[in-house]
């Protein structure tokens, strides 16, 4: 005997109803409000960070600056 592969065409109507169980559904939709919570946490958190580093990066030239030109008196001086 010979076992032929036949492709069976599926018709889909508007009237067509599926079935799915209510834990499914529920677990379905909190698996999908975690994950959006906790991509948007980690994104929150590297923006964060990334805020931090530029702070860090603009606080370390200022600070360079100042160790450079104070001591030449470059700086202005401020009026007392």
Do not use: Y
């Amino acid at each position: 005997m010979a076992l032929k592969n036949s492709k069976v065409a599926m018709d889909i109507s508007n009237e067509a109803k599926v079935q799915m169980p209510m834990k499914t559904v529920a677990s379905l939709i909190s698996l999908v409000a975690i994950g959006t919570w906790a991509f948007f946490g980690i994104q929150e958190k590297l923006n964060q960070h990334a805020t931090t580093l530029q702070i860090m990066k603009k606080d370390l030239v200022e600070n360079t600056e100042f160790r450079i030109k104070w001591p030449r008196g470059l700086l202005r001086q401020f009026a007392c």
